[in-house]
Each structure stands twice: as structure tokens, then as C-alpha cells.
């Protein structure tokens, strides 16, 4: 008997004490090609007209550089960092990382699983049929076979992550000094005020004092509101609208996306055959016909997405803008800091810019906090360097940034260096099971 209480006592204290373990997927951005034709190798696939219907976004591009190329070893790099933390002798190395940092001389132990969603590009593989096979973001019929095979999206799902961190280059348009930004998308609230304000229900106004009102223009020619007036109408129904957010354009479709990855939202079995039926319900193509039906929109609803996705410590963007914001920050605070030490220069690292605004794909369709990050900018001579030169104090800037997000981390203070992190944790517990939802056992 008291063996088997001892027993029992040694199994309690092993799972008291047992180290925190956290789940991240480290998502180089792109990997694929945009090659003609669509039918073949594009992206989106739509099971009611059972096409691509968009070319596969293969990212930027400046001479000879390329947003793929950049951000693999970047990835591959910060996914080796992370692992540091599975083991001992691992945590030991991690732990003069986080010195870089933290004025501490104890930190708390976590295990950080890292994953990656690809590890090369399409060059990699100049043989094959299919180029994008193994980096499009949405599900996709097998060439050969016709089975359904998971895009990035699901796979990411797949793992059950606590944090997405989704690495990613932009352009720098003419003047702009390069640096680095957050992407966003809002929550079903401000959708359903995008939804009113066409619908002549809400003024203009009461989106226009908003933070997300800097809405990204892909529409040219359309001010920021009428371009989030048509994600709004292309998050409920699908389809773009016209110039006055009250027609929908029917040759224009981007699909209905919840449908379009392997997850636990996912419309039930023949949803196609109602979503032709063009009547009132989730499928409908106009505001007034529209009702948020399904355990898409009842997710949509929820409190989760709205911390994830809108308010939060930063002032908008909930808990991905807070995460987003942090990793740069300490990407901010850990180049200056280490190129400091090691070379006594001081150097120059382009800003945190405005985050882009719109219903990217991430961000939206992952249950996990989601730093969407344009870590650079390609066109950019000194953010290329940072990525390419200093690529390992990056990416220990990053691992550093993702365990405070779990652990929260005093930071050390720098006089000479202008911008610290906050070093604060999430809130992970009042998510509860929300991660571990998001696919089926």
C-alpha cells in the first residue's frame, strides 16, 4: 500500500512539475511559382466549378532575389533555434540567447515544438508536373489521382499550434525607407460594419475613426473604405462587389474559403448543392439575403476570434497584432544589441511600419495567434542584408520574441537602443481548448 502511494505521489509531482509545452509552425511564405496555365498550377481550388481560381501568389521579387530564396533560411534557421528547447543541453545554449536580452540569471523552462511547412522551394524539384504541389495554401485535387491533398492551411491546422509565425517579404514603394510590418485581418464585428455601411444602415464615419480604416488598396483607383467595403462582401459571400458596395460582381468569385482547407469549420458534406440554390443562408450573393449560418460563422461569432483578432494591448488587432508587434520588436531590440556586441557598430535597422489590412488567409482561417510578419523589404539594400548577413541574429531575435510570448521575459534596458520589447506573455489559458479544436480527432 505504500508503494503504491509513493507510486502515485512520484507520477503527481512529475506532472506538477513537468515543463509547459508549446506548439509554433514556422511558415516560410510562398515556395511555388506562378505558371501558366491557372487551370493547373494555380492556387484556391473551388469544388463547385472544380478549378484554381486564382494564379499562385509566388511572392516578391527584386533582380536577383527573391522572398522564397530569403525566407527559407530564415525559417530553417529559427526552426533550429527553437529546438534548443527540447532538450537539456539544448536549453543551456538557448539560455545565452535569451542573456542577449533579459537581465535575469534563471528563466523559466518551456519546451517550444517547432514545425515547419516546407523546407525548400519549387527550384528544388525542376522535374515535377506539379511545382506548386507542396506549397499552395488551400486543398487540391492530385493530379494523377484526383485525392484531395492538404494545403498549407490545413497542415498547419493539422499540428494544433499555439503560434503561427508566418515569415514574409514586401516591396517598398517609391520613398518608403523599408523596415518591417505586421499583417492583419479584423474580426466578424468590423466585417458586419463594413456589411452596414454599404448597406446605407451605418455612416461612413463610424468605420473612418477606426484603426483598421487604413485599409490595404488592391483596388486601384477605389479609396480605402471601398476596398474594404469588397473584402467585407468577399469574406460573407464570396464575391466581389462593384465600386458602390451593392452589386455583386458574379464573374468575379474568390470561393467560399472555410470550405476550402481540412478543419473542424467546414461546411457539411454536399454544401455545394445548397450554396446553388442561390437563397437565403451562408451561400447567398447579396447583404439581404445573407445569414450567418454554420459552425464557420458561429466560430466567427465567438470570443476566441475576437481575441485573437481584434482589440487587444496594441490597440487594435487582438492577441496576433500584440504577437506580431512583439517578435518585431525584439527583432528591433536583438540586431542592435547583438551586431553591437559583436562588432561595436551600432546599426541601422529600418522601422516598424502601419500593418496591412485585409482578410488574409492566416490570419483568418488558423486557430492559433497568428505573427504574420513582412519581415523585410526586398527592393531594400539594408533589410536584405539583415536577412541574408546577420540571418542567425534574426532568427535568435525571433526564438527569443516567441518564448517570451509563452513565458513573458524581463528585458534588459539599452539606452542606446530605441525600441524594447515589452516582454509580456499571452493570455494562453483563457483560450482554454480553442487550438486543439481545430481539426477533428
Same mark, same amino acid.
Given at each position: 500500500?505504500?508503494?503504491?502511494? *509513493?507510486?502515485? *505521489?512520484?507520477? !503527481?509531482?512529475?506532472?506538477?512539475?513537468?515543463?509547459?509545452?508549446?506548439?509554433?509552425?514556422?511558415?516560410?511564405?510562398? &515556395?511555388?511559382?506562378?505558371?501558366?496555365?491557372?487551370?493547373?498550377?494555380?492556387?484556391?481550388?473551388?469544388?463547385?466549378? @472544380?478549378?484554381?481560381?486564382?494564379?499562385?501568389? $509566388?511572392? +516578391?521579387?527584386?533582380?536577383?532575389?527573391?522572398?522564397?530564396?530569403?525566407?527559407?533560411? %530564415?525559417?530553417?534557421?529559427?526552426?533550429?533555434?527553437?529546438?534548443?528547447?527540447?532538450?537539456?543541453?539544448?536549453?543551456? $545554449?538557448?539560455?545565452?540567447?535569451?542573456?542577449?536580452?533579459?537581465?535575469?540569471?534563471?528563466?523559466?523552462?518551456?519546451? =517550444?515544438?517547432?514545425?515547419?511547412?516546407?523546407?525548400?522551394?519549387?527550384?528544388?524539384?525542376?522535374?515535377?508536373?506539379?511545382?506548386?504541389?507542396?506549397?499552395?495554401?488551400?486543398?487540391?485535387?492530385?493530379?494523377?489521382?484526383?485525392?484531395?491533398?492538404?494545403?498549407?492551411?490545413?497542415?498547419?491546422?493539422?499540428?494544433?499550434?499555439?503560434?503561427?509565425?508566418?515569415?514574409?517579404?514586401?516591396?517598398?514603394?517609391?520613398?518608403?525607407?523599408?523596415?518591417?510590418?505586421?499583417? !492583419?485581418?479584423?474580426?466578424?464585428?468590423? *466585417?458586419?460594419?463594413?456589411?452596414?455601411?454599404?448597406?446605407?444602415?451605418?455612416?461612413?464615419?463610424?468605420?473612418?475613426?477606426?484603426?483598421?480604416?487604413? #485599409?490595404?488598396?488592391?483596388?486601384?483607383?477605389?479609396?480605402?473604405?471601398?476596398?474594404?467595403? =469588397?473584402?467585407?462582401?468577399?469574406?460573407?459571400? &464570396?464575391?466581389?462587389?462593384?465600386?458602390?458596395?451593392?452589386?455583386? %460582381?458574379?464573374? @468575379?468569385?474568390?470561393?467560399?474559403?472555410?470550405?476550402? =482547407?481540412? #478543419?473542424?469549420?467546414?461546411?457539411?458534406?454536399? #454544401?455545394?448543392?445548397?450554396?446553388?440554390?442561390?437563397?437565403?443562408?451562408?451561400?447567398?450573393?447579396?447583404?439581404?439575403?445573407?445569414?450567418?449560418?454554420?459552425?464557420?460563422?458561429?466560430?466567427?461569432?465567438?470570443?476566441?476570434?475576437?481575441?485573437?483578432?481584434? &482589440?487587444?494591448?496594441?490597440?487594435?488587432?487582438?492577441?496576433?497584432?500584440?504577437?506580431?508587434?512583439?517578435?518585431?520588436?525584439?527583432?528591433?531590440?536583438?540586431?542592435?544589441?547583438?551586431? $553591437?556586441?559583436?562588432?561595436?557598430?551600432?546599426?541601422?535597422?529600418?522601422?516598424? $511600419?502601419?500593418?496591412?489590412?485585409?482578410?488574409?488567409?492566416?490570419? +483568418?482561417?488558423?486557430?492559433?495567434?497568428?505573427? *504574420?510578419?513582412?519581415?523585410?523589404?526586398?527592393?531594400?539594400?539594408?533589410?536584405?542584408?539583415?536577412?541574408?548577413?546577420?540571418?542567425?541574429?534574426?532568427?535568435?531575435?525571433?526564438?527569443?520574441?516567441?518564448?517570451? !510570448?509563452?513565458?513573458? %521575459?524581463?528585458?534588459?534596458?539599452?539606452?542606446?537602443?530605441?525600441?524594447?520589447?515589452?516582454? %509580456?506573455?499571452?493570455?494562453?489559458?483563457?483560450? @482554454?481548448?480553442?487550438?486543439?479544436?481545430?481539426?477533428?480527432?
Amino acid at each position: 500500500m505504500k508503494l503504491f502511494l *509513493f507510486s502515485i *505521489f512520484l507520477s !503527481l509531482s512529475s506532472s506538477a512539475f513537468a515543463n509547459p509545452v508549446y506548439t509554433v509552425v514556422v511558415d516560410a511564405g510562398h &515556395g511555388g511559382v506562378a505558371k501558366e496555365p491557372i487551370s493547373e498550377h494555380g492556387d484556391k481550388y473551388d469544388s463547385i466549378s @472544380q478549378t484554381y481560381l486564382e494564379k499562385y501568389k $509566388q511572392g +516578391t521579387e527584386n533582380d536577383k532575389e527573391t522572398e522564397r530564396g530569403i525566407m527559407l533560411p %530564415l525559417a530553417l534557421e529559427l526552426d533550429q533555434i527553437l529546438r534548443l528547447t527540447e532538450t537539456e543541453e539544448g536549453w543551456k $545554449q538557448f539560455e545565452t540567447y535569451l542573456s542577449h536580452f533579459s537581465k535575469s540569471k534563471k528563466w523559466k523552462r518551456i519546451i =517550444i515544438k517547432s514545425n515547419l511547412t516546407r523546407k525548400s522551394n519549387y527550384e528544388d524539384d525542376p522535374n515535377s508536373s506539379d511545382p506548386n504541389a507542396a506549397y499552395r495554401l488551400y486543398d487540391y485535387p492530385d493530379k494523377k489521382t484526383g485525392e484531395r491533398k492538404k494545403g498549407r492551411i490545413s497542415l498547419i491546422n493539422e499540428k494544433k499550434p499555439h503560434l503561427v509565425v508566418s515569415l514574409h517579404m514586401n516591396p517598398a514603394s517609391k520613398g518608403q525607407e523599408g523596415g518591417m510590418a505586421a499583417v !492583419l485581418t479584423p474580426g466578424y464585428n468590423t *466585417f458586419v460594419l463594413l456589411k452596414e455601411i454599404s448597406e446605407g444602415k451605418k455612416k461612413a464615419s463610424k468605420f473612418n475613426s477606426l484603426p483598421w480604416s487604413d #485599409w490595404l488598396v488592391f483596388a486601384s483607383g477605389h479609396s480605402k473604405l471601398e476596398n474594404a467595403v =469588397i473584402d467585407a462582401w468577399i469574406y460573407f459571400h &464570396g464575391y466581389w462587389t462593384d465600386r458602390s458596395g451593392k452589386k455583386t %460582381l458574379l464573374d @468575379q468569385f474568390e470561393g467560399y474559403r472555410q470550405n476550402m =482547407i481540412s #478543419w473542424s469549420y467546414a461546411d457539411e458534406k454536399g #454544401w455545394e448543392k445548397i450554396a446553388a440554390s442561390n437563397g437565403k443562408g451562408p451561400y447567398a450573393k447579396s447583404h439581404a439575403l445573407f445569414q450567418p449560418e454554420g459552425k464557420f460563422w458561429e466560430r466567427e461569432k465567438g470570443k476566441q476570434e475576437s481575441w485573437r483578432r481584434e &482589440g487587444g494591448r496594441e490597440g487594435f488587432g487582438g492577441d496576433n497584432h500584440f504577437a506580431s508587434k512583439e517578435l518585431m520588436r525584439f527583432v528591433q531590440y536583438g540586431l542592435r544589441e547583438q551586431i $553591437q556586441k559583436r562588432t561595436g557598430a551600432f546599426p541601422d535597422v529600418g522601422p516598424i $511600419q502601419k500593418p496591412y489590412i485585409s482578410t488574409y488567409s492566416l490570419p +483568418t482561417y488558423t486557430n492559433a495567434i497568428c505573427a *504574420f510578419l513582412e519581415i523585410g523589404y526586398i527592393n531594400r539594400k539594408r533589410d536584405v542584408s539583415h536577412l541574408t548577413k546577420n540571418r542567425k541574429e534574426v532568427a535568435i531575435s525571433l526564438a527569443v520574441g516567441i518564448y517570451s !510570448l509563452f513565458a513573458g %521575459l524581463e528585458i534588459k534596458k539599452n539606452k542606446s537602443i530605441p525600441i524594447h520589447p515589452k516582454g %509580456l506573455r499571452i493570455n494562453w489559458e483563457r483560450y @482554454q481548448n480553442y487550438f486543439q479544436e481545430v481539426v477533428k480527432d
